[in-house]
């Protein structure tokens, strides 16, 4: 990573490319709620990260902000970091996957770089975070998102939870309880209008549940 980019800085980039991945430039208000931050702060350090040299950020008054190449490297990083350091304490140190995310938030911005190829070793060099989220490579490189969200499925679609939004740990224990986590097997048998639920059929657990669209929003299928 470029010197002098303070933790701070790194969690502004990584939320400006987490949000821009829904296929529109991050907003202010978007960064600020996402960030639990004031708008006034963020149009601040929009402003210093467009100021940089390189500039880490384009920004346009009302048009919100992307990253430049730079600033892009610096948010990938700080994902592969945060997404290994997740695994890691996952698979190695038996953390449930509804806690392994406040942690390596903290833990993203202090490893070293030779800390990040040993843990990438220990590993076996793995593709994915106990979420199912795409680990960048050590290039920085994602391979292209297929996946479909679970609340675009319709009667009788049936696929494999691939992934599932890492933020909100009552969710995840939530899903981890009912049976819903990556690489379970559901099949959509009913799909009511008037709330947006799905009737899900989880063929490998011989059971059946129903989920609302703030949990299906939350989960991405590969079909099948």
Do not use: C
Not at 7 to 12: A, G, L, N, T
Not at 189 to 216: M, W
Request: aromatic share 6%; glycine share 6%; no cysteine.
């Amino acid at each position: 990573m470029p010197p002098n980019l303070t933790q701070s800085i790194e969690d502004y980039l990584k939320a400006i490319y987490e949000l821009s991945q829904r296929g529109e430039r991050a907003s202010t208000t978007d960064l600020a709620a996402y960030l639990n931050v004031s708008p006034a702060s963020v149009t601040g350090m929009i402003q210093k990260l467009s100021s940089t040299e390189p500039p880490l950020v384009e920004y346009q008054k009302h048009r919100g902000v992307t990253l430049t190449e730079a600033g892009e490297k610096v948010a990938l990083e700080t994902i592969r970091h945060h997404r290994l350091i997740e695994l890691f304490l996952h698979q190695i140190l038996n953390y449930p996957w509804d806690e392994v995310h406040d942690e390596a938030d903290r833990l993203e911005h202090v490893i070293s770089e030779k800390f990040e190829r040993a843990i990438a070793n220990a590993l076996g060099h793995p593709e994915h975070d106990p979420h199912g989220d795409p680990i960048p490579g050590p290039d920085l490189t994602l391979p292209k998102a297929t996946a479909t969200l679970l609340a675009d499925l319709r009667p009788p679609q049936y696929g494999i939870v691939k992934r599932v939004r890492d933020t909100d740990p009552e969710l995840l224990r939530h899903l981890s309880e009912i049976g819903v986590v990556p690489d379970a097997a559901i099949e959509v048998t009913a799909y009511s209008e008037f709330d947006g639920n799905l009737e899900l059929n989880l063929p490998g657990l011989n059971k059946r549940v129903v989920l609302g669209p703030r949990i299906t929003n939350q989960i991405y299928i590969d079909l099948e």
